[in-house]
């Protein structure tokens, strides 16, 4: 067996501009979180659901990543908060210029909290800094309890964990156990939230802890 390494060191660009994003972020006082997962994971529904707890407190706006369609944005929208549809035209991940973008259309909106939805993908997106306070990782039980070990970048960069999907664990062969001890083998410093979008669990426990991180 054989295994390749590849390895790219492309990012430096990327990396000037997300800093100068996260300088103007904090000039404006802006938390930014950065949703990363596969495609599917609930990205879209945890943002919904989180929207539903804090919008009323919290001055919130989305940029939505997504390969072809806005469709995100528009269920977002409904939300009544300020939305930015990128359209990657088939790139994997989100870049720190596209966000710049994003935000400049934004127009000086009075904003204290971010949330930018990146593409679903559990690979590409880990080594892109947007310029974000942290990036939140979303991993469905139905992945599988395996997947934090198979891609650990993603999980390495993160400084929250989502379980999501946790009503559908009577169903699939998952072990949450299992799942927070190789996520937490990767990464200790991981905060662990689990959730279900559909039952609510977990929800108000994450959005209490958000809440006291932004304010
Ligand atoms: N049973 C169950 N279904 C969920 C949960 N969260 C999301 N879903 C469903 O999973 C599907 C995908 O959810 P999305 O929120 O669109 O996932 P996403 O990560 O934003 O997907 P992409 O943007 O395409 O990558 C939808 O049909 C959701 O209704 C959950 O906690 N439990
Ligand atoms: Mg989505």
């Not at 006082?29 to 707890?53: M, W």
Request: aromatic share 6%; with cysteine.
């Amino acid at each position: 067996m054989s295994i390749i390494t590849i390895e790219r060191k492309i990012l430096e660009k990327n990396d000037t501009i997300a800093n100068q994003n996260r300088e103007s972020f904090k000039e404006k006082k802006i938390f930014v979180l950065n949703f990363v997962s596969s495609p599917g994971s609930g990205k879209t529904s945890l943002i919904e659901k989180t929207l539903d707890v804090i919008k009323d407190n919290i001055k919130i706006a989305v940029i939505e990543g997504d390969v072809q369609t806005d469709l995100d944005a528009k269920r977002v929208a409904k939300y009544g908060v300020p939305v930015v549809q990128i359209v990657t035209n088939g790139a994997c991940h989100l870049e720190a210029a596209l966000v710049k973008d994003a935000f400049e259309q934004l127009n000086d909106r009075e904003i204290n909290l971010l949330f930018i939805e990146n593409v679903g993908n559990l690979v590409c997106p880990a080594g892109y800094d947007l310029g974000e306070n942290m990036k939140v990782v979303i991993l469905s039980v139905t992945e599988g309890d395996d997947k934090p070990l198979k891609y650990p970048a993603m999980f390495r960069n993160a400084a929250v964990l989502i379980i999501n999907k946790v009503d559908l664990i009577p169903y699939v062969n998952c072990s949450l156990s299992e799942l927070e001890k190789n996520a937490l083998g990767i990464n200790p410093r991981l905060k662990i939230f689990i959730t279900s979008c559909t039952s609510m669990e977990g929800i108000p426990e994450w959005s209490k802890w958000l809440k006291s991180n932004i304010l």
